[in-house]
């Protein structure tokens, strides 16, 4: 109980590894990272974090998608994202895959077997479209039943070269597909993109609670380490049978879904996505949903929400070139 207590208090009061507290507060007291927020290694020093801004500042948007939980359809979401931007062919849009261990991109995006290949000026993407480019550890592995079994620091070193030695070009929307939880993975993305401009983060979320549980830690992480947030969204949210018409919730909202998790914690609801198994086939055959599906219900709740981020985009970046 002593021991569940202690842990209780330094999770609450922990002041996060950007504060001028950090490793110094009591709440740091045994903590494993102390000596690194201490010492201002939480973060890319000086030299690292102007290397990062050369290599992305002709990124003009930089969106993470997170989740607490897995199984979410997070990764699905971070694709047809990419797909809906790349419809506009005057934009360019590039993916970004930092599930280490899980990387599942390359197969929604169609790119399994691809290779990354280095030129001059580092690493390429491996394009879908002409305005599509993709970057995942998938590329790099033998096989894709291979295991990625790394611990923090050696997956730490890939995201911080993924966004060092790619050789992005001029992007307009840099989306970031992430792993489940608040951990490496997570605290390396957001501490590499403070050197340079994150717009914010999309929080993918089923209805029921056994999610909604862990996506409230995925929101109070946002908070922690000053992460806008740009909106919630409701995956799987109800299904319309296509036969009958009749719509059943295959995870029930049992404490109000999404929707009243939003309300109580102040965060805007983006949409919801209804199930609809053309999603999951799409998906395994790298296909996009939002081409072979473009009147489902779903397609619809899709564009939708992603105007509504493309929104939030330009006016967050209006607001930042009025401050400077």
């Given amino acids: 109980v002593a021991l569940a207590a202690q842990l209780s208090l330094s999770l609450a009061e922990c002041p996060g590894t950007g504060s001028a507290q950090a490793g110094r507060a009591a709440a740091c007291q045994g903590c494993p990272n102390q000596g690194l927020c201490a010492a201002g290694a939480a973060g890319p020093d000086p030299a690292e974090a102007a290397e990062l801004r050369a290599r992305l500042r002709a ?51 169609g790119l399994e077997g691809e290779q990354v290949h280095q030129s001059g000026s580092g690493w390429s993407p491996v394009y879908v479209e002409e305005n599509l480019g993709v970057m995942s550890v998938g590329f790099l592995l033998s096989s894709p039943d291979d295991a990625v079994i790394w611990r923090g620091p050696k997956k730490n070193g890939l995201i911080k070269q993924f966004l060092r030695d790619v050789d992005w070009g001029e992007v307009d929307y840099l989306i970031v597909d992430t792993p489940p939880g608040t951990s490496d993975e997570h605290l390396s993305i957001v501490q590499y993109l403070s050197a340079t401009h994150i717009d914010g983060a999309v929080i993918v979320t089923t209805p029921q609670e056994v999610s909604l549980q862990d996506v409230r830690k995925e929101i109070n992480f946002c908070r922690k380490v000053k992460l806008p947030i740009i909106g919630v969204v409701e995956n799987m949210s109800g299904f319309v049978c296509p036969k009958c018409k009749n719509e059943s919730q295959i995870f029930p909202p049992t404490t109000g879904g999404a929707e009243k998790m939003c309300q109580n914690l102040n965060v805007s609801l983006l949409g919801k996505v209804p199930l609809d198994p053309q999603i999951g086939k799409s998906c395994d055959r790298g296909q996009s949903f939002l081409a072979e599906a473009p009147e489902s219900p779903a397609t619809l709740s899709y564009r939708n929400i992603i105007q509504r981020i493309q929104e939030y985009c330009e006016q967050h970046h209006f607001q930042e070139e009025k401050i400077m």
Avoid: N, W
């Avoid at 809906?84 to 930092?98: N, P, R, S, W, Y």
């Fill in 59 to 109: 990124v003009r948007h930089t969106v993470l998608v997170l989740s607490g939980k897995g199984g979410v359809g997070k990764s699905t979401f971070s694709a047809l994202l990419a797909h809906g931007l790349a419809a506009d062919e005057t934009k360019q849009v590039a993916l970004l895959d930092i599930d280490i261990c899980g990387p599942s991109i390359p197969k929604i995006m």
